[in-house]
């Protein structure tokens, strides 16, 4: 009998050590995990914060306990999202996930997925929810990215493909043509017109021309240049064709390194952009053409093409600012792409070009633009690499190996020589 009474009296301080052990363990892995967990009331102010909650939104335990999630971490534009999910939260939803934008004690806004399911006490009754949360910001911008440069290596494909098949029916163009200019007895008229199918082929072989650029196509001869050089050549050209009504200004940074580029290609890139930013100002307004060296930093690289050659550290940088009507998001998207264009009189491959030699030179470019603000390209180049130490160590080596010839050799060496 008192085996028994003492069996039954264990029983409950069993059952009390097994859930004071369980509790300890959930404790430990809140505390540990690498995921905001966040429990709220269901006034949906917050009752819990784990220390990964605080690594991602800034927000200490006790300066977020007790305060409404709209006060803390949802911003106004998304309430009315937030007040979507929420409301399915409390009507029993128990596989609630979202992704939606969150802001972080200093004001920064951050793109977080939220796994969520309601809470309830022992009657079934929901008291709360459970939320589990990730900052996804930078997978979503390296996801972006991805698809960019798949995106823009198809078409660079597509576009390379293109513009050899074309080629080729130009040679057979200008071939028949050169045929029958050549032939006795040619009217006239029928040589204006030869004239004109020529002129029309050899607009055509320019824009094919740019095509393969955008694809790839073709080897640039690099050699170590001067940008600014480059720069005050391609501007000459520049301000005879742009309007009276838009002024240049220039800033070149003395003593820039040199860049490993072929001057042509890279000629071709400022009349491009500095064309484009005069077709931005209709009404008139001011280019500026600045050159400087700088530092890619990890979050300019994230918003860089081509993303595979935006790598962080110090660039030269040729930047082009104009104060024109500036570029909407969807347009900023799509401006690489061949063909596409917002001017009634352009072909869209000015852009494209532009990308395809930045590409070839393994630089990127970067670009910033709102309606009604203008825009503002820049373009970083890799340094060409600094040959004097090395050229120090050649010299060095040489002089070294004179001097040696010129001494006289060891005893041993000098019997063994006769």
Known sequence: MSTGRTRKSRQPEQSAEGLYQALQRVRFHVARMPLAHIVWGADFRAEEWNPAAEKTFGFTADEAIGRHAYDLIVPRDVHAAVEKVWAELLAGDESSHSINDNVCKDGTRIRCEWFNTPLRDASGRIVGVASMAQDVSEREVLEAQLRRAQKLESLGMLAGGVAHDFNNLLTIMLGNAALLRNMPGLPKMAGRHLTLIEEAAGRAASLTEQLLRFGGGGTPKLKRCSLNHAIRGALKL???????????????????????????????????????????????????????????????????????????GSRVVLSVTDDGVGMSESTMERMFDP???????????????????????????????????GTSVQVYFPMAPDTSETKGRTASREKESQRAARRPAPAAARSSQT
């Open 339 to 373: 063909f596409f264009t917002t001017r009634p009189a352009g072909h869209g491959l000015g852009m494209a070009a532009v990308l395809g030699i930045i590409a070839q030179h393994n630089a990127c470019v970067r670009v910033e633009s709102a309606l009604g603000r």
């Open 238 to 312: 520049v301000r005879s064709a742009i309007s009276d009504s838009v002024t240049m200004r220039t800033d070149f940074a003395p003593k820039l390194p040199g860049i490993l580029a072929d001057p042509p290609q890279v000629e071709q890139v400022i009349m491009n952009l500095c064309m484009n930013a005069s077709d931005a100002m209709p009404n008139g307004g001011s280019i500026a053409v600045r050159t400087a060296v700088d530092r890619l930093t990890q979050r300019l690289c994230a918003e860089c093409v081509p993303s595979r050659q935006a790598i962080p």
